[in-house]
């Protein structure tokens, strides 16, 4: 077994003991690299640029935009906070995204549970409309027409509404709710559990992965949205901060320096938040995409 | 089946705490998302209190034929079909591309995978802000590298060509990642003894790439090539951070947003020709269907000579 382990479908060379101890140069190794490494510049290049920037000052910037700064400067960060209102816009976000990701998980739980157990009559055809919301048209000017006669606009909750749909969600939840075995629904019909007993204590803790990445997709959705908020929301005080960075940009045009602080501010974070969240994401978007 | 859950209205209860969700999907995703076609044939605005009237198909005749503004929409039409191509060709072929690079046993595969996926997560806001950065024109990264070469771009603020090209650049930068991820999950899914069989007969790379890799790989490939299409053409978004309402660069997404709702801000204004962009979004739609469909069958029809 193991002479055959060189297979290179990717070149799974470990070691084997057929090999000559002499390392021979594996060029598709080489080539490999050269085009990951030169990927990777023009990944690399505008984040450290955006890192960069923040730390000189305006003339600096101005004078040599790419050089390093001469003296570590951080007054760019402390303008960028009180000029962006960026407390202010960072909490409405944070606001917006746990109360919609919430509600959503709770109405989407139900929805999933009942399709993939075709507890409710058309099940398949329900499904269906989920999937189909793919390839539907934009749903914007029938929805702003909607917010706007149901007296939303420029309202926190009507906004908040706009996101508790996701029919991603949906699917990626009843596909993984058929993979539980249905042996469990009736042992616990057995034992006389109700609706509401069973969803909450039997199926929630089995679908937790599912959960997490639908809950994360969502809350991603939410949290970069940038159309909605300058759609429905006219009031600064109800801006989410993706609209107050482009409204800060407006204003601060040139000052290159705050304009980065500001958004590093934001993309800073959320790198975090990916590096431990990355599983759930990935999975998330392989998920999504295999409905098709 | 049904009385599992008890008799009686206990029955009921999986259509009672299903409700909100089905609800709410109705009120504002499908049941908006298909009154677009009812509003494309009115004149409705911007404004809640004003009379809302029946124009019949005049929206759709309007946008298609009268004078110079249906030239401009035609022009628009015809650049969201190039810049779907453009990021459909690029981004697929760079996402196998790495996908089968980072799938071999390499240090540091899971830096990259990390470092292209990352930008996905950003949202359009922080990666147009980004790029809008790094391609500053008067000694920022791109323009010094390129300076030093001896070439001289307009970058965001040049032609429209021009501007239009970076932006397919930034889309591309953007989501690549998923592409990627997505090629990636369907390389798992190859069994390793297939390309050990290929390799005791002696194949090199490509051919293993060929005759094993690409073959099993197509129900991936039709779902990378269906998603980027249909997300291309409906794309738009990039736009209004990296250059705006820019004459010459207009795709189909933004056109229908700047007229239903300005170019750059939101708000309600009875200038604000909802029905006529709901016509527009109509015909948008329009091209997505045909074409996803078309692409769709095609995609099928290979399918089933490859795999049986």
Known sequence: MTAIVDLDRGAATTASATRPKRRRLDWGHVVSYVILIALAVVYLGPMLMLVLTPLKTLPEFQKNAIGLPDTLNLSSFANAWDKANFPRYLLNTVIYTVSSVLIFLVTAVFLAVAIARRFVRGSGSLFTLFVIALFLPAALIPQFQLILRLGLYDNPIGYVMLFLVNPIGVVILVNYIRTIPVELDEAAAIEGCGYFRFVVQIVIPLIMPAIATVAVLAAIGVWNELILPTIYLSNQDYYPITRGLLVFYGVYGSDWPSIAAAVLMIAAPMTVFFLFAQRWIIGGVTAGAVKG | ?308
């Open chain 2, 1 to 308: 089946m049904d009385q599992r859950f008890g008799g009686g209205f206990a029955r009921l209860a999986p259509y009672v705490y299903l409700t909100p969700g089905l609800l709410l999907y109705f009120l504002i995703a499908l049941g908006p998302s298909l009154a677009t076609a009812v509003f494309s044939l009115t004149d409705a605005t911007g404004l809640p209190n004003l009379p809302v009237h029946w124009v019949g198909l005049a929206n759709y005749k309007e946008f298609l034929t009268l004078g110079a503004a249906a030239r401009e929409n035609i022009a628009a039409i015809l650049r969201t079909l190039a810049f779907s191509v453009a990021v459909t060709v690029v981004q697929f072929t760079l996402g196998l591309l790495v996908a089968l690079l980072l799938n071999q046993k390499l240090r540091g595969t899971k830096f990259f995978r990390t470092l292209f996926f990352l930008p996905v997560i950003f949202g359009v806001t922080v990666q147009g802000l980004m790029w809008s950065l790094f391609l500053y024109p008067i000694g920022g990264p791109l323009q010094s590298l390129l300076h030093s070469l001896g070439i001289e771009l307009g970058y965001l603020g040049g032609q429209p060509m021009e501007a239009f090209a970076w932006v397919i650049v930034v889309q591309i930068w953007s989501n690549l990642g998923i592409t990627m991820v997505i090629f990636l999950a369907g390389l798992t899914t190859i069994p390793s003894e297939i390309y050990e069989a290929g390799l005791i007969d002696g194949t090199n790379r490509w051919q293993r790439f060929r005759d094993i890799t690409w073959p099993l790989l197509t129900p991936t490939v039709n779902t990378n090539l269906i998603l980027t299409i249909i997300g291309s053409l409906q794309a738009w978004q990039l736009f209004l951070v990296l250059i705006g309402y820019k004459d010459g660069t207009q795709v189909m997404g933004y056109l229908v947003y700047a007229t239903a709702f300005g170019a750059t801000t939101g708000g309600t204004v009875a200038s604000f020709r909802q029905g006529y962009a709901a016509a527009a979004s109509m015909v948008l739609f329009a091209f997505v269907l045909v074409i996803g469909m078309t692409v769709q069958f095609l995609l099928r029809r290979r399918e089933a000579r490859l795999l049986g």
